[in-house]
């Protein structure tokens, strides 16, 4: 707290010293099942006992009020978050006894709590260095002898029993009882499907699929923002026991296309313009057009990476990281994803360029063209030997050809054709350079295939029945097929600067659907992706990777998906 990316208070999933909140039946370990509430962000977990049966809710709640002049929307309402993890427990059936266990471990596990006991049922745990403090409401006979908030209470059928734990001012409105605590869930539940009800789904047998993803994308958007995350946590190894372990924390500029097509495609503009207002926030920081491929989600450049030894990973996965080295990395892809996801922005509200606007296009454009020489590490973030990466050229043209676009609609002709012969002059060499056998290659020195090249029709880089397109395409299905699932490359002839293998790459996956649908393919494009849905967490979320032989989820969790184009 308070924070996606600040020290965390509950870090068990990377050591079981750093940190734990459990609300459960007594000596039950592994629930029956868990689900998210439909059409919510509410998770419903349910457990079995030997003597009955029980359900949790928990939520990370939303708090609403009327503000005076009807600041908020059509009907006055503002929503924030509660700043409260609420959870509530019924016994359904029979009877059981459910424990309450909290112990937070400030600063990654470093900083021990301080308790202090409150009115009865209440105490506040305050970290002895950080100073950050959480307030605990709970119906639950507790002790702090141990230095941790321990209890527990037996159940009957119907009866309920909540807790809550709370961050930030404002403490006497967070909830102190069960029924304000059921009302707080329910009152989130009602503003994430009037959130949800917003969008544009098509009616398909995937629909769910689509909202479910669409409240992933929407659950990890900071609102202070408006930034991105690629995911919530850090360190979830892509290789179970290895050292690819990375801190997903932050906001990538890459990510924008990918985020922008997904909220337009989806209808909702609020959020789309919200990551925009972020991105261009960072261009204006930057005179001469030159952007890092990260940032913090409060617009932060320096993301320094260091390792928090004194934690033993997950499953033992070393070392554990936060800050991402990457952060200072050259990889040219970044203009064009960017200038993509202006065009695409500017196409799905209707909105032409402004003088202000083609100034800053005319820096990016001007950025990507000098960067055109230059080698760089790639989509991937190689830590090897730099290189002339394919995807990373053809977002250069992108950057140019999206360039002369927007300078046409502007009416800037003179512009748009020189921007125009520039990106042809582009392809031409990436045509050239980056294929064998008309097949497109991960780099120009190289016959290795690279799942980024899947990008080239969807960014209309050829006409997808072009015989190099659908080449390429089918070569990647094939070389870089892993039962089913598509790797990012072939880790043994790629200088990543890592060891180990790793999982299959879910982007990569879903690009592949979306390639073999431009080129014709769609009965293949429909088997991967059920493929790929069936392969989903029960919770209908995705991580980084799946392990293809045994569908484990590998990396950081969750990973927002592309849901178009």
Not at 335 to 360: I, K, S
Not at 465 to 476: F, G, H, M, Q, S
């Amino acid at each position: 707290m308070p924070r996606f990316d600040s020290p965390s208070v509950f870090g068990a999933i990377l050591d079981r010293t750093a940190g734990q909140f459990r609300f459960a039946p007594k000596g039950t370990m592994a629930p029956l099942s868990r689900r998210y509430v439909p059409g919510t962000l509410v998770l419903e977990t349910t457990w079995s006992t030997d003597k009955g049966w029980a359900v949790i809710r928990d939520s990370l709640t939303i708090a609403e009020w009327s503000e005076a002049g009807g600041g908020g929307g059509s009907d006055g309402i503002i929503h924030e978050a509660d700043l409260s993890l609420v959870r509530v427990a019924e016994c359904v059936e029979g009877e059981v006894d459910i424990e309450l266990i909290c112990n937070p471990r400030f600063e990654y596990g470093e900083d021990p709590a301080i308790w202090t006991e409150g009115e009865f049922g209440e105490a506040t745990a305050e970290g002895d260095r950080c100073g950050t403090k959480l307030f605990l409401a709970t119906d639950l006979n507790f002790d702090l002898g141990s230095g941790e908030a321990v209890g527990s209470i037996h159940l009957k059928e119907g009866d309920k029993a909540f807790c809550s734990l709370s961050w930030g001012e404002g403490i006497d409105s967070h909830p102190r009882s069960a029924p304000e605590s059921i009302e707080r869930i329910d009152t989130t539940q009602d503003y994430w499907r009037e959130w949800l009800v917003q969008g544009k789904f098509p009616d398909h047998p995937w629909r769910g699929y689509l909202q479910r993803s669409a409240l992933v994308l929407k659950g990890l958007i900071y609102e202070p923002t408006g930034a991105i995350l690629a995911a919530p946590t850090t360190s979830l190894p892509e290789t179970p026991g290895g050292e690819r372990n990375w801190d997903y924390r932050y906001s990538w500029i890459r990510d924008s296309t990918f985020a922008l097509w997904s909220l337009h495609s989806l209808g909702f503009d609020r959020e789309a313009r919200a990551f925009m207002r972020f991105v261009r926030d960072r261009v204006e920081e930057s005179e001469d057009g030159d952007l890092q491929i990260m940032y913090g989600i409060g617009g932060e450049h320096d993301l320094t990476e260091s390792t928090l030894d004194h934690l033993s990973g997950y499953e033992g996965a070393r070392p554990v990281r936060i800050g991402n080295g990457a952060f200072d990395q050259h990889q040219h892809d970044v203009w064009g994803a960017l200038l993509d996801a202006v065009y695409v922005h500017r196409m799905a509200l209707a909105e032409n360029a402004t003088e202000a606007d083609m100034e800053v296009i005319r820096r990016l454009v001007q950025a990507a063209i000098d960067a055109w020489p230059k080698p760089d590490q790639g989509i991937w973030e190689a830590r090897g030997k730099p290189r002339h990466y394919v995807s990373s050229k053809l977002m250069i043209w992108v950057a140019v050809d999206r360039g002369a676009r927007m300078a046409h609609q502007y009416g800037n002709k003179d512009q748009a054709e020189e921007w125009n012969r520039i990106a042809a002059s582009f392809k031409d060499e990436i045509c050239e350079k980056g294929a064998r056998d008309g097949i497109f290659r991960q780099h120009y020195d190289t016959d290795a295939l690279d799942a980024s090249v899947l990008l080239m029709p969807l960014v209309r880089f050829l006409p997808p029945d072009d015989e190099r397109i659908k080449a390429t395409v089918l070569a990647v299905r094939e070389g870089l097929d892993d039962q089913g699932l598509i790797l990012r490359y072939i880790t043994d002839e790629t200088d990543d600067g890592l060891s180990g293998k790793e999982g299959t790459f879910l982007i990569c996956s879903f690009w592949m659907v979306s390639a073999l649908s431009e080129i014709g393919e769609l009965d293949q494009a429909r088997r991967l992706c059920e493929r790929l849905i069936t392969a989903a967490e029960p919770l209908e979320l995705f991580a980084e990777e799946i392990e293809a032989s045994s569908n484990r989820h590998l990396g950081n969790f969750p990973r927002p998906l592309p849901t178009s184009p």
